[in-house]
């Protein structure tokens, strides 16, 4: 099997840097890359009785945008679409809302709390 490219390591890191970031401010891993044919959930975490979807986005350069503008209409849709699948396998559907973090080339994070 061949080594992952740069970027797919860089993603993964940042997945990584984010999940540490938000357990220290007491949030509790539930999944990592949850996928369906629906989409993907970089992680998903408990806040309290909330369920929070978590989109992580790198930029290491800032020249198209941050984090936040980079999630348009159709990843917003993908996001719903993936959460409602991991909804449907729950006995009881909690509380819920979308976070997008944002990290920068100095590792610097953007927590958006309740994006859309």
Same mark, same amino acid.
């Given at each position: 099997?061949?080594? &992952? ?27 990592? =890359?949850? %996928? ?25 350069? =800032? ?11 159709? &990843? %917003?849709?993908?996001?719903? %679409? ?31 709390? =309740?994006?859309?």
């Amino acid at each position: 099997m061949s080594p &992952k490219p740069p970027h797919l390591r860089r993603g993964e890191a940042a997945e990584s840097h984010a999940l540490a970031w938000l357990e220290r401010r007491g949030l509790k891993a539930v999944a990592r =890359n949850y %996928r369906c044919r629906g989409g993907e959930i970089d992680l998903i975490v408990q806040d309290g009785p909330t369920l929070v979807f978590v989109e992580v986005r790198y930029r290491s350069r =800032n020249d198209y945008g941050g984090a936040a503008e980079s999630v348009d209409r159709r &990843k %917003r849709q993908r996001l719903q %679409r993936a959460a409602e699948h991991y909804l449907q396998r729950l006995e009881r559907i909690p509380p819920c809302r979308f976070d997008i973090i944002g990290i920068d080339a100095d590792e610097r994070i953007d927590w958006i709390r =309740n994006a859309f």
